[in-house]
């Protein structure tokens, strides 16, 4: 997607106070998002966690408030909220003008009923409580780019059918929460921001939470997967958690108009496949242990050729092979749907944004995940760069 170059503030101190509820406030996103909000606008907070009781609602509270620093001092309060139950928000505030639901399941291989229960159902419980809120200017929708599913080709930012279907259940509860979601409650001041796939807190490429991008990579570090489905011209589309920060703040303003929104790149900046894996061994070649291994790059295949030897591989469900491709079968099928996601509306309505080069962002997070192991090896001085009030899937 794009960051600046230079610092600047979708929203300044400025801005009138408001009130922000953020839903899944102790997720990675959502936490990030909580500390932009604090940094760059006056507003208060309204936070919800899942918690099963309230020895672990204390337990979350203390961190999540503990995480955001002093600026959560007098400003920000946390709330339990089970969105699989009926009515999760019934105790909390209706004075809000804003909301960021970023609460959500979003594992590639979760069971169909899992992602309806909580991507779905749970974001039609928002949107219920949302309609009694009788200030509210604003709803942002965190959704994704993969809620495009297998459809290929200009992706606009607009509401997308179906009909191409979907490569796993995750994709599909996305797109079926932003259908309903925009059928059920047309009233709503809804904002649906398409997230990219957040791969570093920051543009110098510091990760403190992994996802499938990084697992792809290990396997191939180790040797434990040797071919790549896809095809070497299919677009990734990567972001920092600071960039799309930033811009969910900056969506949550009421100057800023409602609709969907691509936190993405622009499709001629989005790194290729093959560009990604090429420097990804580039960086891994640097690495006296990984060079003595001698591991050769992989091969591009087919979606039947990778399938064929994932199903040979898992009659040897112990091995380490079989667990490598099982955890890359969920999401390959994309890799075979090359897509250009328009961002166009995100560069008109935040005229600070500028290119992202997300070529050195792959260099950047490879030399990141080799010099510290996967999180094996101790994380060097904590690095706050990503936090500031300076100005994404």
Not at 151 to 162: F, H, I, Q
Not at 187 to 204: C, F, G, N, Q
């Amino acid at each position: 997607m794009t960051t600046p170059t230079t610092p600047a503030t979708p929203a300044t101190p400025a801005t009138p106070a408001r009130t922000v509820l953020v839903t899944g406030a102790d997720g990675y996103i959502g936490r990030r998002t909580a500390q932009r909000l604090l940094a760059d606008t006056d507003d208060r907070l309204v936070l919800t966690v899942r918690a099963a009781d309230r020895t672990e609602l204390a337990r979350k509270r203390e961190r999540l408030l503990g995480s955001l620093g002093v600026r959560a001092e007098g400003r920000a309060e946390v709330h339990p909220a089970d969105l699989t139950e009926d009515a999760p928000l019934a105790k909390v505030t209706r004075d809000v003008h804003a909301i960021v639901h970023s609460a959500a399941r979003t594992a590639f291989d979760q069971p169909r009923d899992d992602a309806r229960r909580i991507n779905v159902d749970g974001t039609l419980r928002v949107a219920e409580y949302a309609g009694r809120c009788p200030g509210l200017d604003r709803f942002v929708l965190l959704s994704t780019l993969v809620s495009a599913g297998r459809r290929t080709g200009d992706v606009p930012e607009a509401a997308l059918s179906d009909e191409a279907g979907f490569a796993n259940h995750y994709e599909w509860s996305k797109s079926e929460a932003e259908r309903l979601l925009t059928r059920d409650h047309p009233a709503l001041p809804l904002s649906i921001a398409r997230l990219s796939t957040i791969v570093a807190d920051d543009v110098d490429g510091h990760i403190t939470q992994y996802n499938a991008f990084h697992n792809t990579l290990r396997l191939f570090f180790y040797g434990l997967i040797t071919i790549m489905p896809g095809l070497p011209d299919t677009r990734l589309y990567l972001a920092t958690a600071h960039a799309t920060s930033g811009a969910i703040a900056h969506l949550t303003r009421p100057a800023t108009p409602t609709g969907v929104y691509h936190l993405a790149p622009a499709a001629d900046q989005a790194v290729r496949l093959d560009e990604a894996i090429s420097t990804a061994f580039d960086v891994f070649e640097q690495d006296p242990a990984f060079a003595r291994r001698r591991l050769l790059r992989p091969e591009f295949c087919d979606i039947e050729s990778f399938r064929y030897l994932n199903d040979a591989a898992q009659a040897l469900s112990a091995s380490p092979s079989a667990a490598a491709l099982r955890s890359v079968l969920p999401f390959a099928e994309q890799m075979f749907c090359p897509k250009r996601f328009d961002n166009s509306r995100l560069l008109r309505t935040w005229p600070g944004s500028a290119a992202f080069d997300t070529g050195q962002l792959v260099r950047s997070v490879c030399e990141s995940l080799v010099r510290g192991r996967w999180g094996r090896r101790a994380p060097e001085a904590p690095h706050t760069a990503g936090m500031e009030a300076t100005a994404c899937p």
